[in-house]
């Protein structure tokens, strides 16, 4: 049931465009991207309902394709700030909410 | 406003011994969770809460209890500790389920150690 991301790591100059996609074995209500620095907790990014929109934060953006049971994050001109783990969080269906399942995570790593 | 608190920060626990993590929101957060999380496992939910008195298994429930008397409040209970549950356990809250805007928030975490 867990989410599968990919890649598991990337690593980016400054500047640079990265794409992270998370996938799905079951029919998703909701995809949910998080993004976590080293020994601190995850933090909120964005929340993407079906229905294929597409939701923007600064220069980060998501996409979420509900007939594949896919979701993509797009980092475009990568800042140092960027740098972090990954985790897309899904939820199956509305009766199942408060279950959110996250995925393995994808490092992240912008060098200057 | 404190947002999600956790006590410990750290634990260390020896194999047989039982003890609860706390967790605290001031927030009037209806839904609450546990994770626990691991080197390359990601963050795993464990139980979660959809509101005072009512609780849920997440996928790995087995070794942890949870209950639910107030809103503000979910502790975790091992009850038997293990070397496997030594991992960094994170309580999250959030005030609604699947809109927009409807994030959870993290507490900082336990770092929880089994000898």
């Known amino acids: 049931q867990q989410p599968v991301q990919s890649p598991q790591a990337v690593i980016l100059r400054e500047g640079e465009d990265a794409v992270i996609n998370c996938s799905s074995s079951k029919a998703l209500y909701s995809v949910h991207w998080y993004r976590q620095k080293h020994g601190e907790a995850p933090v909120f990014l964005m929340i993407?309902?079906?229905?294929?929109e597409q939701k923007g934060h600064d220069k980060i953006s998501a996409s979420f394709n509900e007939k594949k049971q896919q979701s993509s994050l797009y980092l475009t001109a990568s800042q140092l700030s960027y740098s972090g783990t990954y985790f897309c969080?899904?939820?199956?269906?509305?009766?199942?909410?408060?279950?959110?399942?996250f995925g393995q995570g994808t490092e992240l790593s912008v060098k200057p | 406003n404190a947002g999600v608190t956790q006590t410990p920060k750290f634990q260390v626990l020896k194999t047989g011994q039982s003890m609860t993590l706390q967790c605290a929101q001031d927030?009037?957060?209806?839904?609450m969770s546990w994770y626990r999380q691991d080197p390359g496992m990601g963050l795993r939910l464990i139980h979660y809460s959809v509101g005072a008195g009512i609780t849920d298994q997440g996928e790995v429930p087995n070794g942890y209890n949870v209950s639910r008397s107030t809103t503000e409040d979910f502790p975790l209970r091992l009850l038997s500790a293990a070397p496997s549950q030594t991992s960094v356990y994170f309580c999250?809250?959030?005030?609604?389920?699947?809109?927009?805007?409807?994030?959870?928030?993290f507490g900082p975490g336990t770092r929880l150690t089994v000898l």
């Open positions: 999250a809250s959030s005030y609604s389920w699947g809109g927009p805007g409807n994030e959870q928030f």
């Open positions: 969080g899904t939820v199956i269906s509305y009766n199942q909410g408060g279950k959110l399942i």
């Open positions: 927030m009037n957060h209806e839904y």
């Open positions: 993407l309902l079906k229905g294929g």
